[in-house]
């Protein structure tokens, strides 16, 4: 529409720049342009005009559309109030993350579906626009169902606003449509928003709202407060206020000036709480001002407050004050039985009322006609609100009679109900036997010489009081006084007798028979510490230096529990009396130090203790009640107390952690004929007693896992073991050679004491990080040739020594996949079919491809020396690097040497004239040559059978030329006729041809 310009005047000025023409003059009804100028203007202004006939159309037919509600949805739900953040409030912008929280209200009866509500917060006061401008921060949830006149708490869990900047803020909850009400769509409210909020806030007051208190008396009040980056030196006033149904009748307060800190709490007291009368009050307490505080609604904490000043006793009941409140029948009457006596009538009262009660309670025995025969006693009670007491009186006679208990007359005027002052029963009181009898020690029971035993006598609760005890022994000896003493008895068997007189004269007696035993010290420095042993006999006692558990043994009952043995105990008991089998020990209690037993930082938590059959067997019990076991940690001792005591062997268990060792570095190496050696450095604690060695497993179907995360991972090597070696062992051979084209895993894993293997502690052979690699043996001896294989024979003549020196050279060749491979030269005389059993005169040969070796010997009188005239043969045998050598010489690898005598080569000087030579016979050399020859048999032997040979060739060579040329002749006209019948036929063949052609 930017091309169109506006109609007035003055934004028609304002269009000089547009790429429309000037405004023309509308026609008269305003449905188009003027037909005016171009051909192309006026398309444009039909254009026009038939656009705005349209629109003017779709206008018209906007009547015709039914009316709709300005509402988005039915119903009517309210934003009541906002919760978060809270109105007025102030936050801090650093720390704070407000989840939006507000109030909605169903205002019909029916329950309203779920509706989508929005919330915004934006930095200012939009307040009066119910909006907040531009794209503030907002979030989205859903009312969930209202019921209906009900009100519901909307959270937006999901979202949440953290301020950025200080000062006012605005938030606006609004829903998504509005309904039936629009006016109460919308709530906005403002809150602050400081950096930093400087904050006193109440967060509990120490004080029991839940007692009723009394008027005029002083209660101390504190109030545990929260601060937040509160300064140093801002005052505050503190304290508390009384309002009686919304006024205040009290109030106390202090100034001062709380610690400066940022979060934590202030616990200061207020002033004592003291209300002027009885009634129900508000009690408002806390931060009652500061100018520096930026909330106000954190700052107090009201309750509910009841003072009451009401005075209220009560006689509860009267019953007995010993037995279980037996009744007896009189007259056809059941009456509650009192035991005669002192302490036998139990008065309980109580004070019901709100203030301190002292006063005194008054108990009178009359007869069934109301004569009065006893008291009133006294008994004075102090009692709190909601205390109770009770009051003990004696009961001085026998009979039917009537028992009140009541409190005096001068408190009746200051109860709020006399009515329950008094309290009166109607009773029957006995003489009744006491029936003695000694509840400690029971009986046969057993002590230690010099124990002190206590004695205590039974009787009836009903028996006629006061008692007198008389304990003594075998009904002869006294031994004390009273219902309970303790004493010590000789050592022996005792019948104790208790005979008791009680009021009314009458004596009884009651009897139990005991035992003093034999008690002893069981300490043996620096193991035991302490402890005793009980018995029937005198014995000799033995503490023998615990001990290590026996090396190999398989402890079932301790391995399954997850722990392994630590240490065996031995304590020695024997009578002293031969003749004595048994010396009836009732137990042993022995205090054990265990900083010498077991190893340091040992957890203690861990520890049984198993009774040993023997120790040569592997048979543990575990130590069960009445027998117990129990660490004390403040002394690091083992309590060992055992009620049945057999040989005295005990062994300590527990969770012992693997002893700290490795196999480090630990590898294969190659040997001879496919031997292999395992090779490792042990490390770490091999000096631990309970590290038992190391265990060599073997596996040749497949490698083996590490590590082994778990134990049930490892029992998947069991059966392939071949070896346990000492702690100290360094290398192990395998006995079984691998041959060419087999290969074997190998482990190496710790052991415990009682050779239980360690999973955790151990090493693989071939362990690349990831996997385990095979290790293969070598029994292949290499078959590799030098080359060049020559000598040099040369004769040293310097100095008179006329000495032959040999040089045998040769060109190292190309090793292929061999490594390391060295030589052995030999030197023989005789080439053998295996130099096995031969010594070589060089070992340990070597040299890189292509470069030439040399050996040098010479001559000499010594018997390894070379000698003139003689034949040697030189051998070369290649050796792998594990020691592989096939002693049977390959070919390339011999080289014969003839040890020529050079010596007249250099002392031609000294050789003899010869004499001179005859003429040839005839004057022909060769002749003389022939003549030379056969005086040698074997040529005059070879020129018999040659001449022979030339005879016969020239014989027999024309006979046979004569006899096979007969032969020839027919050969060769066989071979003409058969020539012959093949052109016929293929004469015939190609007439046919023709024939078949033309005809």
């Known amino acids: 529409m930017d091309r169109f310009c506006s109609l007035t005047s003055k934004a028609n000025r304002n269009c000089r720049n547009s790429h429309a023409p000037p405004c023309p003059i509308y026609a008269s009804l305003g449905l188009g342009w003027l037909m005016r100028g171009s051909a192309s203007q006026r398309a444009r202004r039909r ?104 009100n519901v708490t909307v959270t937006f869990s999901s979202n949440f606003y953290q301020p950025l900047v200080a000062g006012i803020h605005t938030a606006v909850f609004f829903f998504a449509l509005t309904d039936n009400n629009a006016t109460d769509d919308k709530l906005a409210y403002t809150f602050n928003v400081s950096a930093p909020l400087r904050d006193i806030s109440v967060n509990q007051v120490n004080f029991d709202e839940s007692q009723v208190y009394n008027s005029n008396a002083s209660y101390p009040i504190s109030v545990d407060f929260y ?87 009560w006689v509860e009941t009267i019953e007995p004050a010993r037995g279980s409140g037996e009744t007896i029948e009189v007259q056809g009457q059941n009456n509650t039985l009192y035991p005669y006596g002192i302490n036998s009538i139990r008065v309980k009262v109580g004070n019901i009322g709100h203030v301190l009660v002292n006063t005194t309670v008054l108990l009178s025995i009359f007869d069934l006609n109301g004569i009065l025969l006893d008291g009133p006693t006294e008994c004075n009670v102090t009692m709190t609100p909601g205390e109770p007491a009770i009051c003990i009186y004696e009961m001085p006679l026998t009979g039917e009679f009537i028992l009140n208990a009541s409190f005096p007359f001068d408190i009746e005027s200051l109860d709020i109900n006399p009515s329950d002052n008094w309290f009166e029963v109607e009773i029957s009181s006995r003489f009744i036997s006491a029936n003695p009898s000694i509840s400690n020690p029971t009986e046969g029971e057993r002590f230690d010489s010099g124990d002190e035993i ?22 002869e000896e006294l031994i004390g006084y009273g219902q309970v003493f303790t004493t010590s008895l000789p050592m022996g068997e005792w019948l104790v007798t208790l005979t008791t007189r009680d009021a009314n004269g009458e004596l009884q007696t009651g009897v139990r028979t005991i035992r003093i035993q034999n008690r002893i010290s069981l300490t043996s420095l620096p193991w035991v510490v302490g402890g005793e042993s009980v018995m029937g006999v005198e014995i000799d006692y033995q503490f023998n230096e615990p001990t ?50 077991l190893p340091i930082g040992f957890d203690r938590n861990s520890i049984r203790v ?3 059959t023997s120790l040569e067997s592997a048979l543990v019990e575990e130590i069960e009640y009445p027998s117990t076991v129990i660490i004390i940690p403040e002394n690091d001792t083992l309590l060992l107390y055992d009620e049945e005591f057999t040989n005295g062997l005990y062994m300590i268990a527990g969770d012992l952690q693997p002893a700290n060792v490795s196999a480090n570095n630990f590898h294969i190496e190659q040997g001879v004929g496919g031997g292999m050696t395992l090779v490792w450095s042990p490390e770490g604690d091999l000096d631990n007693p309970y590290f038992g060695g190391w265990r060599i497993y073997r596996r040749t179907t497949y490698p083996f896992f590490w590590p082994y995360d778990t134990e049930t991972q490892f029992w998947s090597v069991v059966g392939t073991e071949v070896g346990d070696l000492a702690p100290h062992d360094s290398s192990w051979v395998d006995p079984t050679p691998l041959q060419d084209g087999t290969c074997a895993s190998y482990l190496i894993i710790a052991l415990d004491r009682q050779s239980n293997p360690d ?30 294989l020559d000598y040099n024979l040369t004769f040293d003549n310097s100095s008179g020594q006329n000495i032959h020196h040999l040089n045998v050279t040769w060109t190292w060749p190309d090793y292929g996949v061999e490594e390391n491979v060295t030589w052995i030269l030999y030197r023989v005389e005789v080439v053998p079919s295996s130099l096995t059993w031969m010594a070589p005169i060089a070992t340990g040969l070597s040299g890189e491809t292509g470069e030439e070796a040399r050996f040098h010997e010479w001559e000499g009188p010594a018997q390894h ?69 056969l005086d040698i ?38 071979k003409w006729e058969s020539q012959a019948e093949r052109e016929a036929m293929m004469a015939d063949e190609m007439g046919d041809e023709l024939e078949d052609l033309f005809y």
């Open 759 to 788: 999973h955790t502690h151990g090493a693989a052979a071939g362990f690349d990080g990831t996997d385990v690699e095979w290790q293969c043996g070598d029994a292949t001896p290499p078959h590799i040739e030098v080359e060049d």
């Open 454 to 475: 206590l004695f205590i006598g039974q009787v009836s609760q009903m028996s006629a009081m006061p008692l007198n005890f008389t304990w003594r022994l075998n009904y």
């Open 865 to 933: 020396r070379l000698k003139v005239e003689r034949t040697y043969n030189y051998i070369l045998l290649p050796v792998d690097s594990v020691g592989n050598v096939d002693y049977a010489p390959l070919e390339n690898n011999i080289i014969s040497v003839t040890i020529e005598n050079q010596f007249w080569d250099y002392n031609s000087h000294l050789i003899p004239i010869p004499p001179p030579e005859a003429p040839p016979p005839y004057g022909i050399p060769w002749l003389r040559t022939l003549y030379d020859y």
């Open 610 to 612: 198993y009774r040993m």
């Open 227 to 313: 601060r937040r980056s509160w300064e140093m030196g801002n005052n505050a006033t503190f304290g508390w206020r009384l309002y009686d149904n919304g006024s205040e009748i009290a109030s106390e307060s202090i100034v001062t000036i709380p610690p400066g800190a940022t979060d934590q709490h202030y616990v200061p007291w207020m002033p004592d709480l003291v209300v002027p009368y009885p009634g129900i009050f508000v009690l408002e307490v806390g931060l009652l001002s500061s100018p520096w505080d930026m909330n106000e609604w954190n700052n107090l904490v009201s309750f509910t407050l009841e003072v009451n000043d009401d005075l209220d006793v």
């Open 937 to 974: 048999g074997a040529f005059t032997m070879t020129a018999m059978m040659a001449f022979s040979i030339l005879l016969l060739n020239v014989v027999m060579i024309p006979v046979i030329i004569n006899q096979t040329r007969g032969v020839r002749r027919r050969i060769k006209r066989a």
């Open 47 to 150: 254009g026009a005009a038939q656009s705005l006939v349209m629109l003017m159309l779709f206008s018209s037919l906007l009547a015709l559309v039914p009316a709709t509600s300005a509402s988005g949805v039915t119903g009517n739900l309210a934003l009541v109030e906002g919760l978060d953040p809270m109105p007025n409030a102030t936050y801090d912008r650093d720390t704070s993350f407000i989840v939006p929280k507000a109030i909605v209200y169903n205002d019909q009866m029916s329950t309203h579906a779920s509706r989508q509500i929005r919330w915004e917060i934006c930095a200012g006061d939009y307040t009066a626009a119910l909006d907040c401008p531009g794209n503030p921060s907002n979030g989205l949830t859903s009312t969930g169902s209202v019921p209906g006149y009900q």
């Open 548 to 597: 290590y558990p026996p090396e190999g043994f398989q402890y079932e009952a301790i391995e399954s529990e997850g722990l392994s043995p630590l240490r065996v105990l031995d304590i020695d008991l024997e009578p002293l009396d031969s003749t004595v089998a048994d010396p009836g020990i009732i137990f042993t209690e022995s205090w054990i130090d265990l900083s010498y037993l």
